[in-house]
């Protein structure tokens, strides 16, 4: 078979390397792709990113697969282009995209289906959002409607605090669009969880779960960044959460994946809340999480793609997922001054013992040579019978990678 494995993020060179591991697989062309891609077993980069271009080169290569990593493709309506042309590819159709494409979209999704989430008012005029403050309880959450780099979702103490967030979403305009409509929401306390789960549109099968670190300082201190280092499972998932998890969020987003008839064949990944008051829905994704790829596959037994063709084939519900036993822990290695300034184009060197526990994120290959190109680098996954073991394999593993100015929290999977 050939592939074409949309992406170029950690995410997908860990899609490369699990996918690559089936015998059926020939080729895997990576479009973009990224340093990790470009070295990785039967893959090759394309520098191709226009839906209409991939679409013209899965039909000039007889692409036998599209799989997408990403969510801006989906949500621009990849999926759609290629089932036009007859081709066949794994991901949610545009209008199921929406469910991480608009905040506005994916709330109103939830209250008519009846998925826990918290309670919120949306906005088109800032104007009436500010008159709304008046009334409000602090700390509360404001959110961008539309995609904004993950930075659309701003947590406010104060009034004041408020008042400039609208202000620089509305007004200012600071996404280009994507904040000219905001919904304001009650704040929730507690743990977030990601629940990544697979869908054919008959049933949706949760992957383990898993626990993001998404600041850039030990003890979860510092600035948000793309995420620091994942632990998967995610200890606070009990058995008690993912029953109500399973009653409150998935089986009413199941329900209304079903009503809205989406032709929805791909992932779906709910971030979730633990409060005290049980597991609240903070939003979807429609692909799989960054970081949180590179532990889970890493801890998936069953073949990828033939997963991946179950979803394809709707015969999701009789395929059992086989997991390794323990856990896996994830360290991403940036370059210092991330998510700040920071330099690039420093070699980067991974001893080949590790290279099944490396997922280059931002690293290209320049003049031959591996060389830092982003602010998160690489993740280091280490595997274990538990999550002790698991952070200190991963720990461990991080001795035989360098780059100049290497940063990486030391906390990983603390809790
Ligand atoms: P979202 O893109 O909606 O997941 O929001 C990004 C991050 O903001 C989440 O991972 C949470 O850490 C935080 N967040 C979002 N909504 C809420 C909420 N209602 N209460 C508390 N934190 C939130
Ligand atoms: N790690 C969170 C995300 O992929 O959205």
Same mark, same amino acid.
């Given at each position: 078979m050939k592939l074409l494995l949309i992406g170029s993020g950690g995410r997908e060179h860990a899609m490369a390397w699990k996918l690559a591991q089936n015998h059926k697989v020939e080729k895997i062309f990576v479009a973009p792709g990224n340093g990790g891609t470009a070295l990785e077993n039967k893959c090759e980069n394309i520098n191709i990113s226009d839906i209409n271009e991939l679409v013209n080169f899965a039909k000039s290569e007889k692409i036998n697969l599209t799989v997408v990593g990403p969510e801006d493709p989906l949500i621009k309506g990849v999926v759609d282009a290629f089932k036009k042309e007859g081709l066949k590819v794994f991901g949610p159709e545009q209008r199921a995209a929406m469910l991480e494409g608009s905040k506005s979209y994916s709330k109103v999704f939830m209250e008519k289906y009846g998925v826990r989430t918290a309670k919120y008012e949306e906005f088109y005029d800032h104007i009436k959002a500010i008159e709304y403050l008046k009334d409000c309880e602090y700390p509360l959450v404001i959110k961008a409607d539309g995609l904004a780099a993950g930075k659309g979702v701003n947590i406010c103490f104060s009034k004041k605090e408020a008042e400039d967030t609208i202000y620089?979403?509305?007004?200012?305009?600071?996404? *280009?669009? %994507?904040?000219?409509?905001?919904?304001?929401?009650?704040?929730?306390?507690?743990?977030?969880?990601? $629940?990544?789960? $697979?869908?054919?549109?008959?049933?949706?099968?949760?992957?383990?779960?898993?626990?993001?670190?998404?600041?850039?300082?030990?003890?979860?201190?510092?600035?948000?960044?793309?995420? =620091?280092?994942?632990? %998967?499972? *995610?200890?606070?998932?009990?058995?008690?959460?993912?029953?109500?998890?399973?009653?409150?969020?998935?089986?009413?987003?199941?329900?209304?994946?079903?009503?809205?008839?989406?032709?929805?064949?791909?992932?779906?990944?709910?971030?979730? =809340?633990?409060?005290?008051?049980?597991?609240?829905?903070?939003?979807?994704?429609?692909?799989?999480?960054?970081?949180?790829?590179?532990?889970?596959?890493?801890?998936?037994?069953?073949?990828?793609?033939?997963? $991946?063709?179950?979803?394809?084939?709707?015969?999701?519900?009789?395929? *059992? $997922?086989?997991?390794?036993?323990?856990?896996?822990?994830?360290?991403?290695?940036?370059?210092?001054?991330?998510?700040?300034?920071?330099?690039?184009?420093?070699?980067?060197?991974?001893?080949?013992?590790?290279? *099944?526990?490396?997922?280059?994120?931002?690293?290209?290959?320049?003049?031959?040579?591996?060389?830092?190109?982003?602010?998160?680098?690489?993740?280091?996954?280490?595997?274990?019978?538990?999550?002790?073991?698991?952070?200190? %394999?991963?720990?461990?593993?991080?001795?035989?990678?360098?780059?100049?100015? =290497?940063?990486?929290?030391?906390?990983i999977g603390d809790c």
């Open positions: 620089s979403f509305m007004v200012d305009d600071v996404f *280009n669009g %994507a904040g000219k409509k905001i919904i304001i929401e009650e704040f929730l306390e507690g743990v977030e969880a990601s $629940i990544i789960s $697979i869908t054919d549109s008959k049933v949706i099968i949760p992957f383990i779960s898993a626990k993001d670190h998404k600041q850039i300082l030990d003890g979860g201190k510092g600035p948000n960044t793309g995420g =620091m280092g994942v632990i %998967a499972p *995610n200890p606070f998932v009990s058995d008690e959460v993912l029953v109500d998890f399973n009653e409150n969020i998935l089986k009413p987003t199941l329900k209304g994946i079903k009503e809205e008839g989406y032709d929805y064949k791909g992932i779906i990944f709910f971030g979730v =809340m633990m409060t005290k008051k049980g597991a609240y829905l903070l939003e979807y994704n429609v692909r799989l999480g960054d970081p949180e790829t590179q532990s889970l596959l890493s801890l998936m037994e069953s073949d990828f793609l033939e997963l $991946i063709e179950a979803s394809l084939d709707e015969q999701l519900d009789s395929y *059992n $997922i086989k997991w390794h036993e323990g856990a896996c822990c994830n360290v991403v290695l940036a370059s210092k001054g991330y998510p700040g300034n920071f330099e690039k184009g420093y070699e980067i060197t991974i001893d080949d013992k590790v290279k *099944n526990n490396v997922f280059i994120a931002g690293g290209q290959i320049k003049d031959g040579k591996l060389v830092t190109a982003g602010g998160r680098v690489l993740s280091v996954v280490g595997l274990g019978k538990t999550i002790e073991e698991a952070k200190a %394999a991963a720990y461990k593993n991080i001795d035989n990678v360098s780059f100049k100015d =290497m940063y990486f929290r030391k906390d």
